[in-house]
């Protein structure tokens, strides 16, 4: 309709011949049951995807955790438990401590790095979402070996808290 929207566009103003076109991709694309679930879906909804990478997580007496610290891609499927072992890892490092912000500053070294790693693989997978051109099946083969290399970006491991 020309209408700029600011984030996504709202799910009944999306084109139906575009609906239809995702429809036959994932037919042509998807294993069938995936095709299936697509095919079945009564109100497709796009919506964009964002990340956030923060060069510090602890500063003074604040720190960050979970989204407020990392947004990585919802095809890393990890925002739940990076928050979680945030906490645990931002808990444990006030317990051994009386010094606030040197406590921080350790929960920043150990915890930084991991975020930024699981947003450069949600980057790294991504670009396989938004590669066109080339063998779609070679594209898919290649993201289904990223999913099945969980834990490594570019072939190299993310380091977790031992």
Known sequence: SGVTH??????PLIRQELIAELKQDADAMLAPQLAALVKSTAQIILQPIFDLESPRIAFGRVAL?????FVARPHVA???MKAAVDADCLAAALAHSRDVEAALRSYNDERQ???AALV???RHIGSYFAARGGDPRQRIESLMREYGAAGLVRDQAILARS
């Open 6 to 11: 600011s984030l996504s566009i709202p799910p």
């Open 65 to 69: 955790v979970g989204d407020a610290a």
């Open 78 to 80: 990890t925002g739940a």
């Open 113 to 115: 790095p991991y975020g």
């Open 120 to 122: 450069a693989r949600g």
